[in-house]
Structures are given as C-alpha cells and as structure tokens.
C-alpha cells in the first residue's frame, strides 16, 4: 500500500498528469476542429457522407499503438507525435456521429425553415446544429474518453503521461506502481465522461430534452 500512494506523492506525478490532460485536451480539439466542418461540408451528399462514414469507420479500426509507431518516422520521438496521433484517433468519432446527427434531421424541418425565409447558413446553425447538437456531443464524448485512454500508450514514444506509470510497474514487477497509473487514468476518464456529460446535456436545447423525456 505504501508503494501505491507513493506514486501519488512523487515530484513528477502532478506534471505527468498535466501531460496527460494536455495531450488529451489537444487531440480532442484539434479533432472537433477537423471533424465539425468535414460533417458540415459533407452532410448534403449522400455519396460524400457515406464516404465519411466509411473513412471514420477505417480510422476506428486502427490499433493506437500502430498509429504512435507510424508517425515515428515523421515526429520522432515525444510531444508532437503522442498529440498528433492522438489526434487521428479523436476525429473519426466526432465525424461519424457529427454526419449522422445533421444527416437524421428531419427534412420536412428544413423545409419549413427555407419556407420561413431562413439562408442555408441560419438553417445550419439555427436549426441542423441544435438538433443534431445531443448525437454530435456524444460522438466527441466517446472521442474524448477514447483518446484519454490512448494517450496511456504515449510513454512508448516518450511523451510522458500517466503510461509511464503502468510501464515502470511491470518492468519493475511491482504490481502496486502499475495499479496507481491504470488508477489514475481510470479516474481522468470517469472525470472526462462526466464533463462531456454535463456539456452534452447544455447544450442540447430545451425541447428536445424536454421530448425525450415524454418518449420515455
């Protein structure tokens, strides 16, 4: 017990977990960034959209640690190429979810809108966004979560981290230093799934939570 909480009292734990948040925090985003208007541009094709689905998919399927080890010969070893790898896995959920949730709005809903007088960007914004706003926010909270675990596997390229923890534990065969690490991240992804919680709650509008609520 005593080597478990020694981890917690080490100099370099609270930079670690700094590490951690930073990269995390990063990866998600520059993964909204990239994702968001991807959904947007893409959302009135179906060809374009199916496309999407089907790339976000792929990336879904690639292994984290393949990903660090490929971008090796690019970035190297540390910061860039945790961040940048991470970011590749942070994108295809956001995506999917951002081209499903604007693609299931209800036409006749648009339709109304454009009877209104409303541009395609006041539609966009005023009517697809909000009521795509609770799947899109779930894409970027499994993201998140996600990419909080993955980035537990960038001490392999010496980015730092809350892995190195985990690493240090089974070289040493000490079981207590590794449970401290998987610990700590286990807490920052319980932490960040309430958080995206709270966001996906807010800004989901008001009538939809209200609608839910009588569809249960």
């Given at each position: 017990m005593q080597e478990f909480l020694q981890v917690f009292q080490r100099s370099d734990f609270i930079s670690n977990f700094i590490v951690h948040i930073e990269i995390s925090a990063l990866a998600v985003l520059f993964g909204v960034l990239v994702a968001i208007p991807i959904a947007i541009l893409v959302n009135r094709s179906d060809s374009a959209s199916t496309l999407a689905i089907n790339i976000g998919n792929l990336g879904r399927a690639i292994p984290s640690l393949a990903l660090l080890v490929l971008m090796f010969p690019i970035f190297g070893l540390g910061f860039d190429n945790a961040l940048f790898a991470v970011t590749l896995l942070a994108i295809p959920p956001i995506l999917i979810n951002g081209v499903v949730?604007?693609?299931?709005?209800?036409?006749?809903t648009l339709d109304a809108a454009k009877g209104m007088g409303?541009?395609?960007?006041?539609?966009?914004?005023?009517?697809?966004?909000?009521?795509?706003?609770?799947i899109i926010f779930a894409g970027i909270r499994t993201s998140a979560v996600q990419v909080v675990a993955s980035?537990?596997?960038?001490?392999?390229?010496?980015?730092?981290?809350?892995g190195d923890y985990i690493v240090e534990g089974f070289q040493r065969n000490s079981t207590a230093i590794a449970v401290a690490g998987a610990l700590a991240v286990a807490v920052l992804a319980i932490i960040t799934e309430v958080i995206?919680?709270?966001?996906?709650r807010g800004f989901t509008p008001k009538g939809l939570r209200i609608a839910a609520k009588r569809g249960k």
């Open positions: 949730g604007l693609r299931q709005v209800n036409p006749q409303l541009s395609g960007r006041q539609i966009l914004s005023g009517v697809q966004v909000p009521i795509a706003a609770p980035v537990t596997l960038a001490t392999f390229v010496g980015a730092g981290g809350l995206f919680a709270g966001l996906e």
